[in-house]
């Protein structure tokens, strides 16, 4: 597996789903914290390219509702501008270029130079959330992408269907994930997509 067409895709790891008093807290996210550090500083050490998604939300967000209904609509979280919003500590992206989705770019050049990017979204889907998500992707054009993060059922599930689309190969880090409840787990309809789902120590090992 060559490093140049990899990358990792780290998925929403941000304090409002992570830590307990966060405003959408995934149970048990914050015990992949120690993971999630050594793959953070795994893919610095292999001077692996890190897209970084994160939810980043304004009180008219459709997404957001005073009565949600935790499948398709969730109280306020990762609001823009606050402390929820921002990545915990063990995959805070060093040096990185960001690309909000209410904001206008005229060249994505300086992607090519760094190794962190941050794709900020308003959208389960990063794709439909962000609109330079396509050109950030086809610019890198990966081979491999390697996925993990939260949640399981919702932005992961996203974002490897929205991947497997676009890359040829996909693979999901299965203990580097967490899922919400009452959602359905999408690993069958992952399976028909051909994603593959390995641990990390596994990969690591081939890598």
């Given at each position: ?22 405003k959408l807290y995934v149970e048990g996210a914050e015990k992949i ?175």
């Amino acid at each position: 597996m060559e490093n140049e067409k990899l990358i990792f895709w780290n998925v929403d790891t941000q304090i409002d789903f992570v830590e307990p008093q966060g405003k959408l807290y995934v149970e048990g996210a914050e015990k992949i914290k120690p993971l999630w550090q050594k793959i953070t500083a795994f893919a610095k050490q292999k001077n692996i390219r890190v897209v970084n998604t994160a939810d980043y939300h304004y009180p008219e967000s459709a997404e957001l509702a005073d009565e949600p209904d935790f499948v398709n609509t969730f109280p306020q979280h990762c609001m823009a501008n606050t402390l929820g919003a921002e990545y915990v500590a063990e995959t805070q992206p060093e040096n990185a270029v960001e690309f909000d989705w209410d904001k206008d770019y005229d060249a994505f050049d300086a992607v090519e130079s760094v190794r962190n990017i941050v794709i900020r979204k308003d959208a389960f889907d990063v794709f439909a959330g962000n609109p330079y998500t396509d050109n950030i992707l086809q610019m890198f054009s990966p081979e491999t992408v390697v996925v993990y993060g939260v949640t399981t059922n919702v932005c992961v599930n996203d974002a490897v269907v929205g991947l497997s689309k676009r890359v040829k190969r996909v693979i999901v880090l299965q203990d580097a994930i967490k899922e919400l409840p009452n959602i359905p787990l999408p690993f069958d309809e992952w399976e028909k997509l051909g994603v593959e789902m390995i641990a990390f120590e596994d990969l690591a090992a081939k890598l």
